[in-house]
């Protein structure tokens, strides 16, 4: 009964997995944040995300170790980063182009080196809740913000750091002018291709970190393409949070918290196609986009390669 979705117990469930859901989106929408800001369009963080969830399930896998599993998806996103910066900054290929090519090659990898080294879907026993003294008793509030586990934690907190990096800090300012005016950048002193390759490193990184949070934190197993389109949306809420990490917050809690009604919608048994109901959030994707083209202006030298003059 669609009435069902208005009790108590369910809008605060709906909430809460809302909450936890917006953490992939978090991550990899913050690095390519950093990325887009000094004039790089990376889409290729689908494919760094796939890599990332697969080694960071594979390691907790046969080490249990979390920690540990982190640290590895987060050397791979970083790999996969430092590739996408060389081909993009040194090579000066076509940013887009390139992009997808990086994403077809995770998928690819990540679907090979789960039938050689897995052949089966398993699961793993992830990042556990925490649940915070007192805050966590609060009727509802409780449930919904104060007992996830620390890779949800460690999400939210990523985005007030990362608006005082862009903001407040030296390397913020260089990233920005890099983005706007890479030539009166370089005019001043500033490396452009140094500042790119660390932001597109950066976005690859937390990207390898979306992925583990997908796979030891929030599903604790992998399988063949189990992103399904995260990452590309990931990029869309960019665009929608106008290159602002509040603006990234918002649209990140947004498309979770339709994608977490989306589920519950099925859970009910809610007599809704469930096609309709999991093409909600792409279709929340493309309605966005065409907002967002018209309401904000992104760094003018986004896409545009740089080539320093003797």
Known sequence: ????????????????????????YLYAAIGETFAQRSGVLNL???????????????????TGNLGLAVLVAMLVGAIMGLAMAFVTVNLHAQQGISGIGFYLFGLGMSDLLFQKMLGTVETVRGFPRIHIPVLS???????IFFSQNLMVYAAYLLVPIAWFVLNKTTLGLKIRSVGENPEAADSLGVSVAGVRYFTIVLGGTLSGVAGASLSIALLNVFQQNMTSGLG????????????????????ALLFSMVNSL??????????IPSDI??????VLTILVLVA????????SAL????????
């Open 137 to 143: 008793d609060i009727p509802g509030l409780g449930q």
């Open 1 to 24: 009964m669609i009435s069902d979705l208005f009790s108590v117990t369910v809008l605060v469930g709906i909430l809460a997995s809302g909450i936890r859901l917006a953490t992939p």
């Open 277 to 282: 109901a999991v093409m909600m959030p792409y």
């Open 303 to 310: 896409t545009k390669p740089f080539e320093r003059e003797d």
């Open 262 to 271: 989306q589920l519950w919608i099925q859970v009910l048994g809610i007599p």
């Open 232 to 251: 590309f949306i990931a990029v869309a809420l960019v665009y929608f949070g106008g290159w602002r990490p509040w603006g990234v917050l918002g649209g």
């Open 44 to 62: 290729g963080v689908e494919g760094q995300m796939l890599l990332g969830a697969f080694a960071a399930f594979y390691v907790a896998l046969t």
């Open 292 to 299: 967002s083209v018209s309401r904000v202006r992104g760094p």
